[in-house]
């Protein structure tokens, strides 16, 4: 942190913003329909043009569907940034149909350092170090509402082929319209040493809550310890 520059903070004393750290700007906004049939295929969502920079995006999407019934259930495992340092063109994930039929979700992908948008006024905050954009009003912002990575076991499944489930260890509850980070649904590495196979965990969103599943095979080894956060935040402009 600085000896000099700005900070600002919230009425909570949470800091907002300062000399050295950028807020998530959304870029990029599209959809994608995940049919009831699905059942584990790649599915490929390609921003409506690539992201040129060398940051990789942070993929948001909302929890309730803009199309299908309202009760369905986003299932989604081994999400990946596709592209690369400078054309960042969309993100994938394996996809899991429900009984609710078709869904169609919104999503969002946002950078913490974006390029200076065409705004003609408002407000634009540079990094004095390498002229790095970290806030500007051109753009809107992701506002946080919600994060955590303390879980608990809520069923596990032992034998050759091991299964677990973990729900948030914390009370909370968000807007229903709200959006999840989807960068956080990769394999952890911690706690899963001399297992045969690791299957990335799937994400789960139902009823304003999130649970991750992830199924083992191997005899040996530790019972994994699932560290991953849950994010959930909402653009400014659909406050």
């Not at 043009?49 to 942070?58: A, C």
């Not at 199309?67 to 394996?94: H, M």
């Not at 809550?209 to 653009?235: D, H, K, L, W």
Request: aromatic share 14%.
């Amino acid at each position: 942190m600085s000896s000099y520059g700005v900070r600002i903070r919230g009425s909570s004393n949470q800091l907002i913003l300062d000399e050295q750290n950028g807020v998530l700007h959304v870029v990029r906004r599209g959809t994608f329909s995940i049919d009831s049939g699905a059942t584990g295929g790649r599915m490929f969502v390609g921003f409506a043009q690539p992201i040129q920079t060398q940051e990789k995006p942070h993929v948001f999407a909302q929890i309730r569907p803009f199309a299908g019934p309202s009760g369905a259930v986003l299932l989604a495992y081994d999400v990946r940034i596709e592209g690369g340092p400078g054309n960042w063109t969309g993100f994938s994930f394996s996809a899991l149909g429900n009984a609710f039929g078709i869904t169609s979700w919104r999503y969002i992908a946002s950078l913490s350092n974006p390029p200076a948008s065409s705004a003609r006024y408002g407000m634009r905050l540079r990094r004095q170090a390498d002229g790095q954009v970290l806030f500007d009003t051109g753009y809107p912002c992701m506002r946080y509402l919600f994060a955590t990575r303390a879980w608990s076991v809520s069923n596990r499944r032992e034998g050759t082929t091991r299964y677990w489930a973990w729900d948030t260890a914390v009370a909370y509850s968000v807007r229903a319209d709200a959006y999840v980070m989807l960068n956080t649904i990769v394999t952890p590495t911690d706690g899963i040493a001399g297992f045969d196979m690791v299957y990335v965990p799937a994400l789960y969103v139902y009823q304003n809550r999130a649970r991750f599943t992830m199924q083992i095979t191997g005899e040996n080894g530790s019972n994994p310890n699932y560290i991953q956060p849950v994010i959930y935040a909402m653009p400014t402009d659909e406050w």
